[in-house]
């Protein structure tokens, strides 16, 4: 199995910033996208930022210019830097990668993270 642990959300003013994390874990032979999505409370889950293995990176147009994706394939990490942080960014965010493990291919899920941005 692949185990994706998310961390770094919080409570945060607006303006301010933080940096969220996401470890992949498993028989991973190889990951080829990682990415973060986000959900608000009632609304559906959205693409914030992806980073595939050779590099290229898209961003939802209302994260552009303040968040960052980057990610640390020796630690099979993905990082999200958030700056300039906006109530309208209040949400779940989810890890999300896919990949070839040791059975075949995968696309798994992190539990979650919720990023509360305050007014």
């Known amino acids: 199995q692949v185990h994706l642990v998310e961390s770094g959300g919080g409570l945060v003013q607006a303006g301010g910033s933080l940096r969220l994390s996401c470890v992949v874990s498993?028989?991973?032979?190889?990951?080829?996208?990682m990415g973060w999505y986000r959900q608000a409370p009632g609304k559906q889950r959205e693409l914030a930022a992806t980073?595939?293995?050779?590099?290229?990176?898209t961003y939802a147009d209302s994260v552009k210019g303040r968040f960052t994706i980057s990610r640390d394939n020796a630690k099979n990490t993905v990082y999200l830097q958030m700056y300039s942080l906006k109530p309208e960014d209040t949400a779940v965010y989810y890890c999300?990668?896919?990949?070839?493990?040791?059975?075949?291919?995968?696309?798994?899920w992190g539990q979650g993270t919720q990023v509360t941005v305050s007014s």
């Open positions: 980073i595939i293995s050779g590099g290229d990176i």
């Open positions: 999300h990668a896919a990949g070839f493990a040791s059975w075949g291919t995968f696309g798994s």
């Open positions: 498993g028989s991973i032979l190889r990951i080829t996208s």
